[in-house]
């Protein structure tokens, strides 16, 4: 049982920037890869971003690399997703999730949290 709350969305600009925050409970954070995934109206949930358990390695989805940030403070248990350069296809509710493995993958994420809506305007 991981329990997971994101907070820090909003209504932004285009072009302007957030920072999402998810905060995470339990003593096997850091074996976890996190991630972030977002879902828009009418969408399947997409994958945004991971990172592993250490906060080594990342991954981006297409869409969103060298814009977005994914990073993690282990001894905070907190995740982080900085969000530059923001785009009105951005506009989505943002989910965290904790994997069940320490790699940066697409898939395999077992808990997930409330979510945080993020809506960017043109």
């Known amino acids: 049982q991981v329990p997971l709350v994101e907070s820090g969305g909003g209504l932004v600009q285009a072009g302007g920037s957030l920072r999402l925050s998810c905060a995470a409970s339990g003593r096997t954070f850091s074996s976890r890869a996190m991630g972030w995934f977002r879902q828009a109206p009418g969408k399947e949930r997409e994958f945004v971003a991971a990172?592993?358990?250490?906060?080594?390695?990342?991954n981006y989805a297409d869409s969103v690399k060298g814009r977005f940030t994914v990073s993690r403070d282990n001894a905070k248990n907190t995740l982080y997703l900085q969000m530059n350069s923001l785009k009105p296809e951005d506009t989505a509710v943002y989910y965290c999730?904790?994997?069940?493995?320490?790699?940066?993958?697409?898939?395999?994420?077992?808990?997930w949290g409330q979510g945080t809506q993020v809506t960017v305007s043109s």
């Open positions: 990172i592993s358990g250490s906060g080594y390695s990342t």
């Open positions: 999730a904790a994997s069940t493995s320490t790699l940066a993958m697409v898939d395999n994420y077992d808990y």
